[in-house]
């Protein structure tokens, strides 16, 4: 298979060099091999992205279109991405380094999966009427906003994109999207296949490039009406600022985690649960916006958890993601990984106890690895503990009293996920409602379904990717009265 990629912008519907005709290099993190050179879009580059987006938008040649054919288009999108799900699973493995088998089954999969969803609901959802007097008819419509821009992360480069792009292309917008500069070839080729499909050229763009040079033009454009985000809470924030300091475009941010994972003794499967704390950190390559970082264990099991845990970790050792039966693969670039390990030494300076790993991997290969990584007797106020690290590092903590475990558990600034384990459907229900967050599992932690919504309270953002919700995001809401004088 060709590993020759293109890495120019796409905008109106052809591939372009970036207008200051400058790129970058796109490294493959399972390596360090040189993967292409990528367009390093700059303002120019995005306001003729928008200004395609917007030409679009106005002549209706997308949002004009009936729901029903709309829907045909994006059924299309999807099935091209399966038809295509080799070569796009193989450039994200190669571009961000998550392992090939997860890349095809999970990352290709669920993108087509979310691209057909959308599609497929567009021509289901009726609008309201209200119940108001008789002498008059209000509606209730729902109209695309316009141009939606979306400014996407590196770790699941794929789903990130299509939870944003197949709501807001679905309900009639046109797209300018951003995708990070660690992972940008896979956004690139969604759109030739969205042109292949039959969303016309100008409806989705694709500017690649840094965030500060590419991505704060677009929040900060006066013909963008609307920003989807995802990615770091600190960035995020600047987000809702550029909005704010421009045109008041909608802001919608879905932002960082440390998601409490507890554990009572009454838990209806320990091993179950092990493989759930442990699998759900250490599932690509620990960067997960949901992953379960922070560990309480009730005291009484913690010894044996945490043995049955080490023995565990082994089976995610890092090696190269292109081997299928890969489960741990390379961590996304070099500065990514020196965080990671810079986590690893504040964790031990501040008295972690590192019951395994914490050590980067596979140097010889020139990719960027670090092995799985779990600290016991973790305190609250350690940094590994407080701060997002988005690496294979797992937190544990012991806990005695329920309403304590809860307490720490909602002492953070994020509010992403959360999960509980016991067999005391009382206590279940109970914590669950005092866990302040967007999604709280019980008893389990990898269920996830495209009907579900998916957000966070506090500094995880604003708003719900996923779930019909989503179109609440890329709508306006008209009220449209009408007088009724009834001739009877
Ligand atoms: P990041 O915030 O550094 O970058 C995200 C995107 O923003 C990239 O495309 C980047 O180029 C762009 N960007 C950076 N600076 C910008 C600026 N000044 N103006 C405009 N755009 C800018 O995040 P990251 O390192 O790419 O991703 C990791 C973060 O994403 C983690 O915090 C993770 O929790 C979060 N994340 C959240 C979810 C969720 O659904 N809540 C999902 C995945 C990842």
Partial sequence: MSETYDGRAFINGA??????????????????????????????????????ARAAFEDKRWCGMPPAARKRVMIKFADQLLIHAEELALMETLDMGKPIKYSKAVDVNSAANCIRWYGEAVDKIYDEIAPTASTALALITREPMGVVGVIVPWNYPMIMAAWKIAPALAAGNSVVLKPSEKSPLTALRLAELAIEAGIPPGVFNVVPGYGPEAGSPLALH??????????????????????????????????????????????????????????????????????????????????????KAVALAPKFAPANPLNPDTIMGAIVDKTQMD??????????????????????ALSETGGCYVQPTIFAGVKPEMKICCEEIFGPVLSVMGFTDAAEVVRQANASMYGLQAAVWTRDINRAHGIARALRAGTVHVNQYDEDDIT???????????GRDKSLHAFDKYTETKTTWIRIDSPV
């Fill in 15 to 52: 591939r372009t060099p970036a207008i200051g005709q400058l790129t970058f290099d796109c490294i493959s993190p399972v390596d360090g091999r040189l993967l292409t050179q990528v367009a390093r879009c700059t303002e120019a580059d995005i306001d003729a992205a928008v200004a395609a």
């Fill in 222 to 307: 006066m013909d963008v009406d609307c920003i989807g985000f995802t990615g770091s809470t600190r960035v995020g924030k600047q987000i809702h600022v550029m909005a704010g300091q421009s045109n008041l475009k909608r802001a919608w941010t879905e932002l960082g985690g440390k998601s409490p994972n507890i554990v009572f003794a009454d838990c209806p499967d320990l091993d179950k649960a092990v493989e759930a704390a442990v699998g759900s950190i250490f599932f690509n390559q620990g960067e997960s916006c949901n992953a379960p970082s922070r560990l309480f264990v009730e005291a009484s099991i913690q010894e044996q958890f945490l043995e």
């Fill in 339 to 360: 965080t990671v390990l810079r986590y690893v030494e504040s964790g031990k300076s501040q008295g972690a106890s590192l019951l395994y790993g914490g050590e980067q």
């Fill in 452 to 462: 579900v919504p998916f957000g966070g309270y506090k500094q995880s953002g604003v």
